[in-house]
């Protein structure tokens, strides 16, 4: 059902402050910086590898990621793992017993469609199915 970890989202207030240290310290090549209003974030991807980093910075208070770091400060906020079929992938789990916070696919960053599963049933961790493409 997954492919590969296709990124970690990482909280952070400033993606200007932040990205420098992924680029120019780290070397990673920032493929691209967008908003997504759905979801309150401006994010930032970075590449290593086969996988990226994203940045998340809230652009607003009530953003899940203002709330994050208001409660634990920055940090690993998410992780996402790639799927080929979102649909199949969201059904298998709910028949499974699992609770979601997206039981429908929503738009994520770079044409992305993105389901997330409650961290009270992944063990404390933010866990998103994210298929590219449509
Ligand atoms: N990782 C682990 N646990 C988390 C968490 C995270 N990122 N965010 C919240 N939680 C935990 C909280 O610590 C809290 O736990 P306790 O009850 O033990 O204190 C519990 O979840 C409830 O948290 P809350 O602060 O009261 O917030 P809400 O219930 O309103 O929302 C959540 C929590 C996970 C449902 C919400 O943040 C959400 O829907 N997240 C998915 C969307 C998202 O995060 N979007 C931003 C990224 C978008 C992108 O990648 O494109």
């Known amino acids: 059902m997954l492919t590969k970890i296709n990124h970690i989202g990482i ?3 400033s993606l200007d402050d932040t990205i420098p240290f992924y680029r120019d310290n780290l070397g990673m090549a920032l493929a691209g910086t967008e908003e997504v209003a759905e979801q309150k974030v401006r994010v930032a991807m970075l590449q ?3 996988s990226m980093i994203e940045l998340l910075e809230p652009t ?3 953003s899940p990621v203002a709330k994050f770091i208001e409660k ?3 940090g690993i906020h998410h992780i996402a793992y790639e799927v080929t079929d979102i649909e ?3 059904a298998k789990l709910v028949g499974d017993g699992v609770r979601m916070i997206d ?3 929503r738009h994520g960053a ?3 469609r993105i389901a997330f599963i409650h961290p009270k049933t992944s063990n404390g961790v933010l866990t998103e199915l994210c298929q590219v493409g449509h």
């Open 72 to 74: 634990n400060g920055t």
């Open 48 to 50: 290593v590898g086969e």
């Open 110 to 112: 770079h044409g992305t």
């Open 103 to 105: 039981e429908k696919p």
């Open 60 to 62: 607003s208070e009530d």
């Open 11 to 13: 909280a952070v207030k």
């Open 88 to 90: 199949a992938a969201i």
